[in-house]
């Protein structure tokens, strides 16, 4: 095992353990989940195989029923469930059974999907803060995709009052439910979202069959767990955490979409601006403060540390203010700060497509930092971070890059912010040549929205880049074919660079962790002031000499079948 691969990992098991701890804290001593939990890591222990998306697919569209465990904070988990309906629907008639809505709802939400109602009136109607207090949004898009598609929807859950029996007293609500709908039903899909725990074998699945066993139908069934952290490690250790779709057993299937630390800091993330912090929590959803993202950011920065060995100015902290999307007084900083006016449009649209930024300026002689992150992202805050060590290292430019200049800058600036952002969450996916082209086939069948020709643009321009890369190293071949971009004075320069720098990064890790580039020539980009002509091109030119064979692995499930830049989010 190479030296950064068991730093990345010791740094990986640091924060997981840390964040195991604090969730213990939270839950407190409760016998009954303790028991649920450890009845359902008992079929977790080990896999079979590394299978793939096309393997669940076809064991899904083969069953009867599928349960699909959700972990309710993580949104990388309900995006999963929605990649699962889209490729399935159109091949099976669909059932959807949500936890998140109690039976005696049912007519509410027939209501809802019927668009009888508006969505206000109905989450107020369930009184969906008090009985869910999970964010919202994630199962916005969930019920949007079923309205579309005409998926009907059935709540299974139900209030039950004694917490010893309000698990396994739900379980038996819930087979209910999902029993009479497989009866009124029979060639239809039955699609079961529900609670971790509650999938497990022994649990609701052993409710629903012995319900059904007296009517002599055995459903067949498909479960799908996902993120069980004990395989993650495993994985680790054999080299193999790449890995996405994990056959467990002849009917069961654990989706890997995010590393162990993360999928704990999500809860937390929750927990924390919750109104109230007993167990099970109540309360709407909250933005985290500028406060607290700049403890995450200092965090973040200090692993970065460890792992490049910089030795990084922590007293630079000092001088950097963080702000949220629940706190606009940036706004003022930046009408009061002339040499910042001139990126107020830059700065809106950043705002407008939810990513965040790095404002850097003098207030007197000193040098001084302003972050904005739109919303929890372990990912945005990783790289926000990233290039705040990049600008204190480099130190003030000596000229604004302009045209070329810049484009090339702005590339290598973000493949730095994303190199860093993957040494914190390995399992954030990058823009691939194949998933570009992939895109545009679509767009070209008809078969995804043409409604987008932001995004098409960018991919032609992208496709464009990397063919000509393979042909020329040039700088006066790509000023020439790229003229017209670099003059731009809309956006799309900003979101062309952006996106091959993340290509770039996400490549240049894979290099790094492979041992086939050093971290060292990594290291040397964050101190380089690319402010003199040519001198961004001579470096982007420089790394993808290196990187002519070097290929990331492919992409899995989730990046076939996403948009191709929702690596910015």
Avoid at 126 to 146: G, Q, T, V
Avoid at 524 to 531: C, V
């Amino acid at each position: 095992m190479s030296r950064l691969r068991a730093q990345l990992l010791r740094i990986q098991r640091e924060n997981y353990e840390k964040n195991l701890r604090q969730v213990k804290r939270s839950l407190g001593s409760n016998s009954f989940v303790a028991k649920y939990g450890r009845e359902y890591h008992r079929y977790l222990k080990s896999y079979q195989d590394i299978s793939n998306k096309n393997e669940l697919l076809r064991r899904a569209l083969a069953s009867d029923v599928v349960y699909h465990g959700d972990y309710h904070t993580l949104r990388h988990s309900q995006r999963s469930i929605l990649a699962m309906l889209q490729e399935l629907a159109g091949k099976r008639d669909i059932i959807l059974c949500l936890e998140m809505f109690h039976g005696k709802d049912q007519k509410w939400v027939d209501l809802y999907m019927a668009g009888g109602i508006e969505e206000k009136a109905f989450l107020n109607k369930i009184h969906y803060a008090r009985k869910w207090a999970y964010n919202w949004n994630p199962w916005r898009h969930i019920l949007d995709f079923c309205k579309e598609r005409k998926i009907p929807v059935l709540g299974i859950n139900t209030q039950v009052e004694d917490p010893e029996k309000s698990l396994q007293a739900r379980d038996v609500f819930s087979a209910q439910v999902i029993g009479q709908a497989l009866i009124r039903h029979p060639g239809s899909l039955v699609y079961v979202v529900d609670g971790d725990y509650h999938i497990s074998p022994n649990h609701l699945p052993r409710e629903v069959d012995a319900r059904l066993l007296p009517l002599g139908i055995t459903p067949q069934r498909t479960i799908v767990y996902q993120n069980a952290e004990n395989l993650y490690w495993r994985l680790a250790e054999e080299r193999k955490e790449e890995a996405e779709v994990l056959q467990i057993g002849s009917d069961s299937f654990c989706l890997m979409n995010t590393v162990p630390a993360t999928k704990l800091q999500s809860y937390l993330d929750w927990l924390e601006y919750a109104e109230e912090g007993y167990f099970p929590v109540r309360g709407n959803w909250a933005e985290l403060s500028g406060e607290n993202y700049f403890s995450q950011l200092q965090s973040i920065i200090q692993n970065l540390d460890s792992l490049f060995q910089f030795r990084f100015p922590m007293e630079s902290l000092e001088r950097l203010t963080v702000y949220s999307s629940r706190n606009l007084d940036f706004t003022e900083v930046i009408q009061g700060t002339p040499e910042l006016r001139g990126q107020i449009r830059r700065i809106n649209e950043k705002i407008r497509r939810g990513e965040g930024f790095l404002l850097e300026y003098k207030e007197g002689r000193m040098d001084t930092y302003l972050i904005y992150l739109p919303n929890s992202s372990i990912n945005q805050a990783a790289e926000e971070a990233t290039h705040f060590m990049n600008v204190v290292l480099r130190g003030p430019l000596e000229a604004v890059p302009v045209g070329q200049d810049y484009f090339y800058a702005n590339v290598l600036t973000e493949a730095l912010g994303f190199f860093g952002s993957k040494m914190i969450n390995e399992k954030r996916k990058a823009p691939t040549e194949s998933s570009l082209r992939l895109f545009l086939g679509k767009v070209k069948q008809g078969l995804d929205s043409p409604n987008q020709a932001e995004t098409v643009k960018v991919s032609r321009l992208i496709l464009q880049h990397l063919h000509l890369e393979k042909r020329s190293s040039r700088e006066m071949d790509f000023r020439r074919k790229f003229a017209p971009v670099f003059s731009d004075r809309t956006s799309m320069p900003q979101i062309f660079s952006t996106q091959l720098g993340y290509m770039l990064g996400n490549r240049l890790y894979y290099a790094v962790k492979k041992g086939l580039i050093p971290l060292k020539d990594i290291r040397a980009l964050f101190y380089e002031n690319l402010s003199h002509p040519g001198l961004a091109f001579a470096a982007y030119a420089r790394f993808v000499q290196q990187l002519k064979r070097i290929r990331p692995p492919m992409p899995g499930a989730r990046e076939e079948n996403s948009r191709p830049f929702a690596a910015s989010a």
